[in-house]
């Protein structure tokens, strides 16, 4: 296919991946066929996200006969969203589509995709109807995270949905803007606006191996999307100190009025070392929601690089270039 200045590529396609040996011959091989129906030149961006086996390794393999494919390796595991990042920054598309590794996405979803963008969409992101082959916790607790983020944030994130989307270039260049460590990718395209629509698809099992979002990868998320959209648990915390400051007050009296007009005052012992426990209990739920959004703070005045690449595959050193904003559809 030769450099971006020799070819325009018309669509950069990100596959973030960690241990996906099992699948990743199957996630090439129905991207390729996906891309390949579009008739219009694209790349496969493959982001080894410090995996342990060979899934970088048949990447590699892959890119020595087929220039469509990429491979950005990164020295360690640094996350997720923070491979989505990586991406999106080497990506020199005019369209932009993430996808995981693992095919619970399915790439033929893709197309679909395309033809909303090219009717003047600017993101177009799947929106999940139904979840195969999770257990009901796991579908239980992500509905539950994504309505509570919803009612948390000042910003519109709309539910049911992971990173599976296409972004136009200009979006993606918006992103590129974004400095912060602590990434929720998906809350960060519904921050940034342009116009948006869902496209709903039934999510498939995975094909092979183990998710790689176990519980407490999906706590981490779920605290990175409310503290970077949200400020309202600090709020809830000054309301809830208001009303319980306001209970004591009320015990109190009822305390002075027992002392005063009773002889019954030694009585309310339990009653009141359960509203101390309840009151620190509640003071030191409040102390660790502040430490999140201080350690947050404390991450992001570090300065340090999102992420470190140990080598590259297929990738010029002059893709950081911008591309141009709008394109001809």
């Not at 493959?46 to 995996?51: A, M």
């Not at 799947?126 to 796991?138: D, N, P, S, V, Y």
């Not at 342009?194 to 498939?204: G, K, L, M, S």
């Not at 019954?264 to 030191?284: E, R």
Request: net charge neutral; aromatic share 12%; charged share 30%.
């Amino acid at each position: 296919m030769g450099s971006e200045f020799e070819t325009e590529i018309r669509y950069s396609v990100i596959i973030p991946m960690y241990n996906e040996e099992e699948v990743i011959g199957e996630t090439y091989r129905r991207i390729k066929k996906v891309m390949s129906e579009t008739g219009e030149h694209y790349e496969l961006i493959f982001v080894n996200d410090g995996s342990k086996d060979r899934s970088a390794a048949i990447i590699k393999d892959y890119s020595l006969w087929d220039n469509t494919v990429k491979l950005l390796d990164f020295s360690r595991n640094f996350g997720h969203q923070i491979a989505i990042t990586a991406g999106m920054d080497y990506a020199c598309g005019d369209a932009v589509v993430i996808i995981d590794a693992d095919l619970q996405d399915p790439p033929e979803l893709i197309h679909t995709m395309i033809a909303r963008w090219k009717e003047g969409y600017e993101v177009v992101y799947a929106q999940r109807i139904k979840r195969k082959g999770e257990t009901w916790f796991k579908k239980w607790s992500a509905g539950a995270f994504y309505r509570l983020l919803r009612a948390a944030s000042d910003t519109p994130i709309p539910v049911d949905t992971g990173d599976f989307r296409l972004m136009d270039r200009k979006v993606v260049n918006e992103l590129k803007k974004l400095p912060e460590n602590n990434r929720f990718v998906r809350g960060l395209v519904s921050w940034v606006g342009f116009r948006q629509i869902a496209v709903e698809f039934e999510r498939d099992e995975r094909l092979a191996g183990e998710t790689k979002y176990p519980l407490k990868r999906m706590l981490k998320l779920s605290l990175d999307g409310i503290t970077s959209f949200s400020t309202k648990p600090l709020k809830i915390a000054g309301y809830a100190g208001i009303l319980l400051s306001a209970v004591g007050f009320v015990y109190l009296l009822y305390v002075i009025y027992c002392a005063l007009f009773t002889a019954s005052t030694t009585k309310g012992w339990a009653s009141i070392i359960s509203l101390m426990l309840i009151f620190d209990g509640f003071i030191l739920i409040m102390l660790g929601v502040l430490g999140e959004y201080v350690g947050r703070i404390y991450e992001e005045i570090k300065g340090r690089p999102l992420y470190i690449v140990r080598e590259t595959f297929g990738l010029e050193k002059a893709r950081s270039k911008e591309r141009k904003d709008t394109v001809n559809r």
